[in-house]
């Protein structure tokens, strides 16, 4: 299997700080690589896929880079409801697999 | 709009069955790759199962050989069948669409499963 590492597993910011979460595959997974916003109580959400797509209604300030093995979740100015858990995942093979998610928290 | 419910969570103790549903809304099941993905309390994302749209399924290995796949067009809804249950099964399901195999687009709000004497 695939494993998916993040990093930090957490982290404290303020409003309008920009922040990047780092995934790092076990193994190569080219570009099969998405991000996902877990809300307390809530389904994740899809925010990124294949490294950099952002998907439709996402705002802007969400942008996701990477290749082979590392990749990162960048989030250029904070928002009140940005406030959650993050999740990478990896779909070259099965079983597809999640990062252990990274929690954002407020300052 | 795409819409996903999830029923048929609730306790049961270890070595019992239970069916999931996910009703579909705004799409037809067997258009999109069909995906179950589970989450213990407090814990991170575990992918289950998929469904193609050409009816070929993968299981996790934790799950491989209990759990099986449907799906009913008239109802126009998935099912996961659970045999067997283990208290590490416990968690709260999510069924998934998504127009590929690789990303899980539509989520619908999950339905807790726990499994308990």
């Known amino acids: 299997d695939i494993q998916m590492t993040q990093s930090p597993s957490s982290v404290s910011a303020s409003v309008g700080d920009r922040v990047t979460i780092t995934c790092r595959a076990s193994?190569?997974?080219?570009?099969?690589l998405a991000w996902y916003q877990q809300r307390p109580g809530k389904a994740p959400k899809l925010l990124i896929y294949s490294v950099s797509s952002l998907v439709s209604g996402v705002p802007s300030r969400f942008s996701g880079s990477g290749s082979g093995t590392d990749f990162t979740l960048t989030i250029s100015s904070l928002q009140p409801e940005d406030f959650a858990t993050y999740y990478c995942?990896?779909?070259?093979?099965?079983?597809?697999?999640f990062g252990q998610g990274t929690k954002l928290e407020i300052k | 709009e795409v819409q996903l419910v999830e029923t048929g969570g609730g306790l049961i103790q270890p070595g019992g069955s239970l069916r999931l549903s996910c009703a579909a809304s705004g799409f037809t099941v067997s258009s999109k790759y069909m995906t179950w993905v589970r989450q213990a309390p407090g814990k991170g994302l575990e992918w289950v199962s998929i469904i193609y749209t050409g009816g070929s399924t993968y299981f996790a290995d934790s799950v491989k050989g209990r759990f099986t796949l449907s799906r009913d067009y008239s109802k126009n809804t998935l099912f996961l069948q659970m045999n067997s249950l283990r208290a590490e099964d416990t968690a709260v399901y999510y069924c998934?669409?998504?127009?590929?195999?690789?990303?899980?687009?539509?989520w619908g709000q999950g339905t807790l499963v726990t499994v308990s004497s």
């Open positions: 998934v669409g998504a127009p590929n195999e690789y990303f899980f687009d539509d």
């Open positions: 995942q990896q779909a070259t093979s099965f079983p597809r697999t």
């Open positions: 193994q190569d997974i080219s570009s099969r």
